[in-house]
């Protein structure tokens, strides 16, 4: 198992005020009279520290982590390859442009990801700042390719923020709203989505389902891409039923359409495989990384065909900062990290430790409706019991409790009602398991 910076906060969950502390209370005051309120927090607590499994906040506070930075630090902050590979880097050079002097650090990530991303026909790739200026350089390129215009996006999708990535994303509140008008040429076809599709819609109906909304409301000759999450991560972590990912990705070989699996949230060992995609052995023809690239510098990627790739003109694709070179040697050293250190299989321990308990737990408490998801990405959908409605209220009164109690727990789902647990995979079995006690604790409290 990877170890922890000898330099870090103590692997325990540690409370020596209240959460918020004052510290964090007077860094909160400090952020609503400096920052746009755009800008929301999971959490009123400043950090000072991360690594393991845990976040040190400025009062000393160590809070068990649930989220990884929103599945980013998936090896752990400040993992000890990653510290030594960028102290390195920063003294030899920050920044040149690979546009304008290259370096080798940034083909080496490219060959990397060719070789990890699935398939193995000839890839290229090329690298971005964020996960939503890759989706859309990946859009960029699919239509390069195809000679056409539009794409397909599914229910509860989440590309990003920014126009193109708005127009692809699902919920408008508070992704969309009021910041319109959106990119023209997006569409939108029904998910698989077995909670709330039931027992008679198998994975090869949910495909059929949507196959025939693109093909009447949208045209397959029209079609550049269709993008889709292996799993939803802000939609709600909705794992498709068996068959689904498989058969669009051959109705898109069929139709010439590009495949894009927007990888950035389930990417690099978080649901226990390099890539969800190959839980199904789906090849998507482009694959988006992100997040748990390069544990927290901003570096995301687009590796696909190399016919497909190379579509686009000598010129096209690119940015002043894209593939900097510090994020490229964390990222080499968190690949690293991952193949040496086993944590692949980490995820699926993780997996089978979670599971059960999160299914003990909906056995014994109805207004749990769901537990899924796959590796180190797990959540469980909160509901009426009567109803099987989504309880939203419920998933924020949890997780505020949870907050109270030093564990960082996040809400998704496009009706606000899914906890979701994305917990680094150096975590401990010990953390892991009393961060599943404090929610326990947590729903017995909230019991109407
Ligand atoms: C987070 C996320 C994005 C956007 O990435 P940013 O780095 O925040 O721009 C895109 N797609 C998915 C699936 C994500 O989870």
């Known amino acids: 198992m990877t170890a922890i910076p000898d330099t870090g906060p103590h692997q325990n969950r540690h409370l020596v005020t209240e959460i918020p502390g004052p510290r964090s209370r007077a860094l909160m005051a400090r952020k609503e009279a400096a920052i746009a309120r755009g800008v929301g927090t999971t959490m009123p607590v400043f950090a000072a520290r991360a690594a393991g499994g845990v976040v040190e906040d400025v009062d000393g506070n160590v809070l068990i982590d649930l989220g990884s930075g929103i599945a980013v630090t998936t090896v752990g902050a400040s993992a000890p390859r990653v510290i030594d590979a960028v102290e390195q880097q920063v003294r030899e050079f920050t920044h040149t442009c690979f546009m304008v002097t290259p370096y080798e650090g940034y083909v080496a990530v490219a060959e990397r990801l060719n070789r990890l991303a699935p398939g193995t026909h000839e890839k290229r790739s090329v690298l971005f700042n964020s996960g939503a200026e890759a989706v859309e350089n990946a859009v960029k390129i699919a239509r390069a390719a195809t000679g056409r215009s539009a794409v397909v996006a599914f229910d509860h999708a989440y590309h990003g923020r920014t126009n193109l990535t708005m127009a692809l994303t699902a919920k408008a509140m508070p992704y969309k709203h009021g910041f319109g008008p959106f990119a023209p040429e997006v569409y939108r076809a029904p998910l698989s989505y077995p909670f709330r599709d039931g027992p008679d819609v ?6 059929r389902r949507a196959i025939d909304v693109i093909d009447k409301q949208v045209g397959s000759d029209n079609l550049a891409a269709l993008i889709i999450e292996p799993i939803q991560g802000e939609g709600g972590f909705i794992v498709p039923a068996p068959g689904f990912l498989p058969a669009l990705q051959q109705w898109c070989r069929s139709r010439g359409v590009v495949l894009i699996a927007d990888e950035v949230q389930t990417g690099f060992a978080r649901t226990g495989a390099m890539f969800a995609s190959e839980h199904e052995g789906v090849v998507p023809d482009v694959l988006v990384s992100a997040k748990g690239i390069a544990d927290g510098l901003p570096l995301a990627a687009v590796t696909g065909r190399a016919e497909i790739m190379d579509a686009a003109h000598a010129g096209g694709l690119g940015g002043t900062y894209g593939g900097n070179p510090l994020a490229c040697a964390a990222a080499l050293a968190t690949i690293d ?49 009567t109803t099987a409605a989504p309880d939203p209220e419920l998933a924020r009164a949890v997780a505020s409790a949870a907050h109270a109690q030093g564990v960082i727990v996040l809400v998704c789902g496009t009706h606000g009602n899914v906890l979701r647990f994305l917990p680094p995979l150096t975590i401990s079995d010990e953390l892991l398991h009393e961060a599943f006690d404090v929610l326990s604790a947590a729903f017995a409290d909230l019991r109407s």
């Open 337 to 385: 990290t991952i193949t040496e250190d086993g944590l692949i299989q980490r995820a699926r321990d993780i997996e089978a430790l979670a599971l059960p308990r999160l299914s003990r737990m909906r056995d014994a408490d109805p207004r749990i409706g769901d537990v899924r998801g796959r590796g180190a990405m797990l959540a469980v959908e909160l509901v009426d019991p």
């Open 202 to 207: 198998d994975g090869e109906e949910a495909a």
